[in-house]
Structure formats: structure tokens, C-alpha cells
């Protein structure tokens, strides 16, 4: 089974700064999927970015990106130039080729200050 | 983008009642929906998979009596909770999978119902 696990459960950044967060996942699969999906107080849930573990380029959604690192099984995510409206929980999520289930992690709270 | 629906947003039922729970594809066709369970602060735990035309799939430890799960056409799925108690409270969210989207297996969420069994 998969596991997904992100250990900063909460965490802050300044209005404008960049910050990490964490995302290490375990699989036997060489082929699958890694999201990171925000959850806003709304709690609905919206993807971030994704990234295919075939591709080795790093996936970059304007201000967002990851460092995938596979042999590392690692999948952290940058947000740059942090944004009142980033304020929210970010939650890793993994999937295998076959697509059955997405297997979510914990979750790491993010509050942007101003 | 791909757009799913969830109706009622809030519902408050009392206890040993059911309530019903649907959730729509709106822009497309969704073989397999998902429903997740969320307790406050924390991660979504996946309840069961939904297949239009066949029975859902439990996870393990979701009693599926008590989680009713109809799948009857491509663009909704419903989830009813059976005699509902306050431990039944909770966020119930769920998704739907586009096949239509290519390979990528991204999975669409609706915007969650709170229930509260009083």
C-alpha cells in the first residue's frame, strides 16, 4: 500500500517571502501520480499542481513548483512570492497508474502573514 | 475546467433519521466517483468507490449499510446515511474522474457537505 506523509503540519511565511513544504511518499510503483491539492475555510478542494513521475522536469505552475525527487521519493512544493489568499491547508496526494485511489497526506496548514 | 456538484452544502438531520447526499458531474460523464470523509483538521479518508452500473467498493472499516452508495447514471452518485447518529457528523466530500481528461487520473472535488446529527 501507499503511503503519503508530510511532517510540518502547520506552518507561516511573511506576505511576499517563498516557502517549502514537505511531501515524502512510499511506493513499489516506478509509474504514478503527485498532486498538491489547497483546501481554503471554503474546504473546497482545488489542484495546485501535479507532476508525472516519468517527466524529470520539475512541473511549475506560476508561482507554485515542485522538486520532485524520485529516488528520493520526495515531492516538496515552493510557493513563491506568498499571497494572503495562500492561506490554507495544503494536502500532498498520490495515485498509481491504475488510478484507483488517491492517497492523501495529513496535511500541512499554511497561514500567510501580512 | 471540470466542475462537480454537491447538494445539500449543509444538512442537519436528527438522530436515527437518513439524509441523502448527491453529488454531480456537471460538464462530463464520470464512470467512477469517489467519497471521502473529513473530521476537522484533518486529511480526507476515502469511504468508497463509486461505478455507475455496478456496486461500490468499501474501504475497509466503512460499514456499508450505515453508507449507502448509488451510482445510477454517469453524472450523479448519491450517499445516504442510514439511521444517522452524532457520531456520524462530519465533512463528506466527494470527486469524480473525468475519463475523458486523458491519463492523468486527476480526480474532480465537489465542495463538501457538512453534516451535523443532532
Known amino acids: 500500500a501507499q503511503t503519503v506523509t508530510q511532517s510540518q503540519p502547520e506552518m507561516s511565511v511573511q506576505e511576499a517571502e517563498t516557502v517549502t513544504l514537505s511531501c515524502t511518499y512510499d511506493?513499489?510503483?516506478?509509474?504514478?501520480?503527485l498532486f498538491w491539492y489547497k483546501q481554503p475555510p471554503s474546504r473546497q478542494m482545488i489542484l495546485v499542481i501535479r507532476?508525472?513521475?516519468?517527466?524529470?522536469q520539475n512541473a511549475t505552475e506560476n508561482r507554485f513548483s515542485v522538486n520532485f525527487q524520485k529516488a528520493a521519493k520526495s515531492f516538496s512544493l515552493k510557493i513563491s512570492d506568498s499571497q494572503l489568499g495562500d492561506t490554507a491547508m495544503y494536502f500532498c496526494?498520490?495515485?498509481?497508474?491504475?488510478?484507483?485511489?488517491?492517497?492523501f497526506g495529513g496535511g500541512t496548514r499554511l497561514m500567510v502573514k501580512p | 475546467g471540470a466542475v462537480v456538484s454537491q447538494h445539500p452544502s449543509w444538512v442537519i438531520c436528527k438522530s436515527g433519521t437518513s439524509v441523502k447526499i448527491e453529488c454531480r458531474s456537471l460538464d462530463f460523464q464520470a464512470t467512477t466517483m469517489f467519497w471521502y470523509r473529513q473530521f476537522p483538521k484533518q486529511s480526507l479518508m476515502l469511504m468508497a468507490t463509486s461505478n455507475e452500473g455496478s456496486k461500490a467498493t468499501y474501504e475497509q472499516g466503512v460499514e456499508k449499510d450505515k453508507f449507502l452508495i448509488n451510482h445510477a447514471s454517469l453524472t450523479l452518485s448519491t450517499l445516504t446515511v442510514t439511521s444517522a447518529h452524532p457520531e456520524d457528523s462530519s465533512f463528506y466530500i466527494c470527486?469524480?474522474?473525468?475519463?475523458?481528461?486523458?491519463?492523468?487520473?486527476?480526480?474532480?472535488f465537489g465542495p463538501g457537505t457538512r453534516l451535523t446529527v443532532t
Open positions: 511506493t513499489s510503483e516506478s509509474n504514478y501520480y
Open positions: 470527486s469524480a474522474r473525468d475519463p475523458g481528461a486523458g491519463g492523468d487520473y486527476e480526480q474532480y
Open positions: 507532476q508525472e513521475a516519468y517527466k524529470q
Open positions: 496526494a498520490f495515485i498509481d497508474n491504475a488510478g484507483n485511489m488517491l492517497t
